[in-house]
Structures are given as C-alpha cells and as structure tokens.
C-alpha cells in the first residue's frame, strides 16, 4: 500500500474514469487495509483523497499502447522489445518488460537491477543504456521491485 500511496498523487481530481485512482479488494482484511490507509492520507495530505475502493470485478486492461508507458518512451529498449514480443500482447504479459518499466521510473535497486540485468536479454548497447537511466533517475535504496 505504500508504493501504491507513493507512486501518485491520490489527492488529484481524475480528468477521466479511465484514469481513475481505485484499490481493488478480494476480502474484507484488504478492504479495511486500503480504507485504513486511504484515511491516513487524507489526514497526511490534508484534503480529500478520491482514489475509490471497491470489490474485485471484472477486469478489462488498458489497450497495448498504454502499457508499460515508461519503457515506451525509450525508444531504443523498445526496438529490442519490439524484436522479442512482436506481439502486443506477450509484450503486454512480461515480466522483464514490466521490471524494467519499473525501474525507468525510479521504482528498485540499482543493486537488484546490475544483478539480473544479464536475464533480460537486451543487447549491451540497451543494457548500457537502461543504467544509465536508472542512475540518473536515482533508483530507491531498498524499494523492491
């Protein structure tokens, strides 16, 4: 929960329900825990918060050229990408890609990146290149992905 709190600004008014802040819950504990934590910002950020909770529904993704919306911005990771999932979908579905979107906005070790960097199956140009961002982008000490 706190990643999720982190990683937006809950207190801003969504410009459209596609971009609606929501927590999904399975069970009671998970719905008391988001409600108990959407609260807590609320009285951190001093305003209302409108990120909605609700019970777990059916599930629709966002279309391909919405996911992995940091990774997509680099156009030289995308080209190797492109070649091992040249389907939207596998592209959609992996994990390596989902990682690295990760760390390209700033979420994850620099120690944990280095070490399964080889795994990923990027070039040593893009390897190169992906630290390069991420150090820039200053990776969280301790922040597992």
């Known amino acids: ?14 410009w459209s329900r596609q ?3 929501v927590i999904f819950f399975h069970n009671e504990e998970q719905r008391r825990l988001a409600t108990e934590t959407r609260d807590r910002e609320a009285i951190r950020r001093k305003g209302k918060i409108f990120t909605e909770i609700v019970a777990v529904a059916e599930f629709y993704p966002a279309e391909a050229y919405h996911q992995k919306y940091n990774l997509r911005g680099e156009p030289d990771l995308m080209k190797e990408f492109h070649s091992m999932y ?7 579905n992996s994990t390596a890609a989902a990682r690295l979107n990760g760390y390209l ?17 990027l070039s040593p140009g ?3 290149r992906l630290l390069s961002i991420a150090k820039r982008r200053s990776l969280t000490p301790g922040c597992k992905l």
Do not use: C, I
Request: no cysteine.
């Open 86 to 92: 040249p389907n939207d979908n596998d592209f959609m």
């Open 105 to 121: 906005d700033g979420y994850g070790t620099l120690e944990v990146l280095q070490a399964e960097l080889d795994s990923y199956g």
């Open 126 to 128: 893009a390897s190169k």
């Open 19 to 21: 971009y609606l802040s």
């Open 1 to 14: 929960m706190e990643t999720f709190w982190d990683s937006h600004n809950p207190a801003q008014r969504p």
